[in-house]
Every structure is written in structure tokens, then in C-alpha cells.
């Protein structure tokens, strides 16, 4: 019985990671982390890391299927990763001097409110639009946006993901497609260090949980970068939108438990 209630468990943690994945970019922290723990009464630095591992192979995966399609701009990418990755540790320490748990909610809010906004300002600007940029300035802009989104992550501790999205989109002038496929590029590192580091100072994870969650989150990802990479951007923002309020919602109404 507990092993059916393991699966059962996992298999829809790893669909809702998956789907915000593979649709929006989304860390699988959101939704993996607080099923864990509610339903499997799971230690929730481990379920975070396991929720991290998850993330890697889901969205690089993703990245892939992006990649494929030319929907992933690997040079920003890069030099945003690096960015987010050190401000990350610096958001962490200074969050480390500060009272915690005055922003706990912070990303499930970000999902909805996220979500509600691809669906009433559905983001439609086009490759070329995003091509008319200078290289310098999108290189610019690239590492202040990186620092800003590696400071927020790592001081309130998640959102990456969705702040990624967010600022991909509004800030530097990303089509969907392009924002969605350069965030999980970035995220599949962030989350394998991440990972790595959760296990290292909290020990081996439940291997089976892992597993499960690993595999139902790569499944899942893969089968909503596929549909999200051929679709319009019409129907994109609005699925994306979708998903990303049912989510926000599950996520909030199992933080009430």
C-alpha cells in the first residue's frame, strides 16, 4: 500500500513538474517539494533536492527539444546562467542575515499571478522584433537581469524559474518560445548544482522516490515541450497561462495542509 501510494504520489508530483517544465520554464521545486512533503511526510530539505534532481533531466530535455526547433538562445543563456548562479549565493548569504519565512509564499503567488498573465496579455512579440536588438545591449542585459534573478532566488530560496520566465519575456523582449527554451537551459544547470549540493549536506535521497520522481518528470516535460514547441503563440500563451494557475492553485491548497 505504501509503495501504490508512492507512485500514485510521484507520478502527479512529476506532472505538474513536468508540464510547467516543459510549458513555462517552471523549477519542479514548486510543485515536487510540497507533495513530498504533505503526502509522503518527507524531510523538506530532502524533498527539495530531490525536487532539484528532477529538474535537471526535465529540462535538459527540454533545452533539447527547444534547442531543436531554434527556439533557445544558448550565448545570452550562458552568460545569464552565470550571473544568476553567483548571485544566487550572495542572495543566499544575505537571506541567511535576515528573519526567515517572510517570503515563503513568494513563487506559488508568482506562478498564478504569472499565469494569469500569459492568458490576459499574452506575450506575442515575434523572432524578429528580438533579432533587432544589438548584440552588446542584449549582453548587457542578459548579466543585470542574471544578477537580479540569481539575488531573488537565492534570498527567497525559489521562483527561478518563473522569475527567469517573467523577465525573459517583459524585460528583455523574448518571444515565448525563445524565453521558455533559453529558461531551461539555464534551469538543468542551476538545478544539477543545486542537487548536488542538497546531497552532499543533507545525505542519499529515498532512491525509489527519486527514481520515480526523475522519470514522470522527464516523461511529462518531454511531452509539453514537443506540443509547446509546434503550437501557436496564441494557443502556447494561453496553455502556458493554464498550467500555470492550476498549478499556482494545487500548489497553494497543498501548502494548507
Known amino acids: 500500500m505504501k509503495i501504490l501510494i508512492t507512485v ?3 507520478f502527479f508530483a512529476g506532472m505538474g513538474a513536468g508540464l510547467g517544465t516543459g510549458f513555462a520554464g517552471m523549477s519542479a521545486a514548486a510543485v515536487i517539494s510540497p507533495m513530498l512533503i504533505t503526502f509522503l511526510g518527507m524531510e523538506p530539505y530532502m524533498a527539495v533536492g530531490i525536487a532539484l534532481a528532477s529538474d535537471v533531466l526535465a529540462s535538459a530535455v527540454s533545452a533539447y527539444t527547444y534547442g531543436r526547433n531554434k527556439n533557445l538562445d544558448i550565448k545570452n543563456g550562458l552568460v545569464m546562467m ?12 544575505i537571506s541567511s542575515l535576515v528573519p526567515s519565512g517572510t517570503m515563503g509564499s513568494f513563487s506559488v503567488f ?12 499574452p506575450v506575442m512579440t515575434t523572432k524578429e522584433s528580438m533579432q533587432a536588438v544589438s548584440v552588446k545591449k542584449r549582453l548587457i542585459q542578459s548579466v543585470v537581469c542574471g544578477v537580479l534573478i540569481g539575488f531573488i532566488c537565492g534570498f527567497v ?9 517573467l523577465i525573459l519575456t517583459s524585460v528583455l523582449g523574448y518571444e515565448l518560445k525563445t524565453a521558455v527554451g533559453t529558461s531551461v537551459f539555464i534551469m538543468s544547470f542551476t538545478a544539477l548544482t543545486g542537487a548536488l549540493s542538497h ?19 522527464l516523461i511529462w516535460a ?13 494557443v502556447l500563451n494561453r496553455a502556458t497561462g493554464i498550467v500555470l494557475v492550476v498549478l499556482g492553485t494545487v500548489v497553494f491548497v497543498f501548502s494548507l495542509f
Do not use: H, Q
Not at 82 to 93: A, E, N, Q, R
Not at 157 to 165: D, F, K, R, T, V
Not at 222 to 234: C, G
Open 222 to 234: 518531454r511531452i509539453a515541450a514537443r506540443f509547446a514547441n509546434k503550437a501557436e503563440p496564441a
Open 82 to 93: 552565470v550571473s544568476v548562479l553567483l548571485f544566487t549565493m550572495v542572495g543566499s548569504y
Open 110 to 121: 508568482m506562478t498564478f499571478l504569472l499565469g494569469v498573465k500569459f492568458i490576459v496579455r
Open 199 to 217: 546531497f552532499a549536506i543533507g545525505g542519499a535521497p529515498d532512491a525509489l522516490v527519486l527514481v520515480l520522481c526523475v522519470v514522470f518528470t
Open 157 to 165: 530560496g525559489a521562483g527561478g524559474g518563473m522569475m527567469m520566465l
Open 8 to 10: 500514485l504520489v510521484t
